[in-house]
């Protein structure tokens, strides 16, 4: 900036304070002063608002499977591990969502975890999006999508570099219209569209048949995205 300029600036903004002043002892109506312009870039900071999904004490807004024996809430954490015959179990929200963001917090605590997040249903319109080992690869898949009969058309090769195997990790899930988004521990992992994909149905955490494990979640929260 040359000196001009900024005498020019500086005078403005004597001028400015004057104004002000000069306003709230007579009453009289501000005036409007317009200074040089200059380009300023601002990063977005819209952002869904998320709302909790669980409260750390009860299953208030989700379904409980019949005869649960999988599924309890200890210290706020919701804690699933397989039942003796090694059944699933899907734990569901009572609501469903079309455009939405799905983040909670999971942690690896034994066995071979095979997990993950359901996103509007459990048939081949709906992907799941894995946390822990994938059954047909027998290695870890967290953040990527797995269809039924389509297997995982896509992989978060990038979720490795974060995933955190001894210690709690954050996964948000987008759906938006058929297209999936997935970020591990705030990194961007995966993007996948899915063809004729189911457009609304119910949020679902998993604990897969016939694994021995134990995984527990917390922190969950929704985000409606309009």
Same mark, same amino acid.
């Given at each position: ?11 403005? @903004? ?6 002000? @002043? ?27 608002? *998320? ?15 019949? +005869? ?14 397989? +039942?003796?015959?090694?059944? +699933? ?10 455009? *939405? ?34 059954? @047909? ?7 990527? /999508?797995?269809? /039924? ?17 001894? +210690? ?11 297209? *999936? ?6 990194? *961007? ?38």
């Amino acid at each position: 900036m040359n000196s001009i300029n900024f005498l020019k600036i500086y005078l403005l @903004s004597l001028l400015l304070v004057f104004n002000l @002043s000069f306003a709230k002892q007579t009453g009289a109506p501000d005036v409007e002063i317009t200074l040089p312009e200059k380009t300023v870039k601002f990063e977005s900071t819209n952002k869904p608002p *998320y709302k909790k999904y669980f409260n750390g004490r009860n299953f208030s807004k989700w379904v409980l499977p019949e +005869g649960n024996i999988w599924w309890k809430i200890e210290d706020k954490i919701i804690k699933a591990k397989s +039942g003796l015959n090694k059944k +699933g179990s899907i734990l569901w929200t009572e609501k469903d969502f079309e455009n *939405y963001k799905v983040r909670l917090k999971f942690k690896f605590i034994g066995g071979t975890i095979d997990s993950g997040i359901f996103m509007r249903g459990d048939n081949q319109l709906n992907p799941q999006i894995q946390i822990g080992i994938s059954g @047909s690869l027998k290695r870890d898949m967290t953040g990527s /999508p797995y269809v /039924p009969k389509k297997g995982y058309p896509k992989e978060a090769t990038a979720a490795a570099s974060v995933l955190k195997m001894n +210690g709690w990790n954050t996964i948000e899930a987008q759906a938006i219209d058929n297209n *999936y988004k997935v970020w591990i521990n705030g990194k *961007y992992v995966m993007d996948y569209d899915l063809e004729n994909a189911n457009l609304n149905g119910p949020v679902g955490i998993q604990l897969h048949p016939n694994r021995e494990m134990e995984i527990w979640f917390k922190d969950i929260s929704i985000a409606k995205i309009k």
